[in-house]
């Protein structure tokens, strides 16, 4: 979904498209064949996060593919690959930024990147051996559009905040639950061309459990959506020309349940499709 507040654009979808889950859900017909997912999702979302290019580096004519089969329309937000965020090596790193940079240059030719998302990991602590490296990275990854995940709380700090702010880099709020030492649930925006919203579910049981099919299994209610609705609308849309919300409390297709929700909520059950 996109639509527009004014001059704010907003694309709402989920984190990933392909799940096999989704099928016994409901949200894609039975027998959905991976191969034919996304163009079922693009009928409902006009975004989605690239999950994959976390786990593998992205190669370019798959990526030049994959934007040929969505509408012209339709934005990506490729979350940058593991080794640079995760399993960093000294050295090597900036030789896996070249080779990213390469691999989604078709999203940037085809103007389908959103842009891309940094996830950091919660041990990724504000440092000054993380502050610097977070500095030479953004430096790397200049000329593109960056938001940046943190899952530490240290890194709730003005000084952060207006580095990002001088840099032009998306803050990304979340969705998680209240837990301590995780970072929080802000509606603070550092960059007038994008804000970046992450809904992780508030499973605060699952959430250390290591299994993702119990961190991310949460099901938003009516009403914790309508507030969110309401600080999208009231302070967080004014601050920005365009906004990326992203479920990714995949399990059970509870993601894409949440996230058509939210868009009923939005633009007042004036519900648009592809």
């Known amino acids: 979904m996109t639509n527009h507040f004014d001059a704010c654009s907003l694309f709402v979808g989920t984190s990933g498209y392909s799940y096999g889950e989704w099928i016994d859900s409901g949200f894609y017909p039975q027998g959905t064949n991976s191969s034919n997912m996304l163009d079922i999702y693009t009928k409902f979302f006009h975004t989605t996060e690239l999950n994959y290019t976390w786990y593998q580096m992205p190669k370019a004519a798959a990526v030049e593919r994959m934007c040929a089969k969505v509408p012209k329309n339709f934005k990506f937000a490729a ?17 896996e930024v070249m080779s990213y940079r390469q691999g989604i240059e078709p999203l940037i030719q085809s103007k389908k990147l959103l842009c891309i998302l940094i996830q950091l990991p919660p041990w990724f602590k504000r ?8 500095a030479a990275l953004l430096d790397e990854l200049s000329g593109l559009p960056i938001a940046v995940e943190f899952r530490h709380d240290s890194w709730v700090n003005d000084k952060v905040f207006y580095e990002f ?10 969705d998680a639950p209240d837990l301590p030492g995780l970072f929080p649930q802000l509606d603070v925006v550092t960059n ?4 970046y ?24 209610t009516d009403l914790e959506i309508t507030k969110w609705d309401s600080v999208i609308k009231e302070t ?4 920005a020309r365009a906004g990326g919300i ?10 894409p349940k949440n996230a058509l929700t939210l868009i009923d909520f939005l633009f007042e059950k004036q519900r648009e499709y592809a």
């Not at 007038?192 to 804000?195: A, N, V």
């Not at 992203?246 to 993601?255: D, E, I, M, T």
């Open 192 to 195: 007038q061309d994008l804000f």
């Open 236 to 239: 967080i849309i004014p601050k």
């Open 197 to 220: 919203i992450r809904f992780h579910g508030r499973n605060a049981k699952g959430w250390g459990s290591g299994n993702m099919q119990k961190q991310f299994d949460y099901d938003y």
């Open 127 to 134: 440092s000054i051996k993380f502050r610097h490296y977070l």
């Open 79 to 95: 979350k940058l690959t593991r080794t640079m965020t995760h399993e960093i090596k000294k050295g090597y790193w900036q030789k």
């Open 165 to 174: 702010e001088k840099r032009k880099i998306t803050l990304v709020s979340v």
């Open 246 to 255: 992203f479920f990714n409390n995949h399990v059970r297709g509870q993601a």
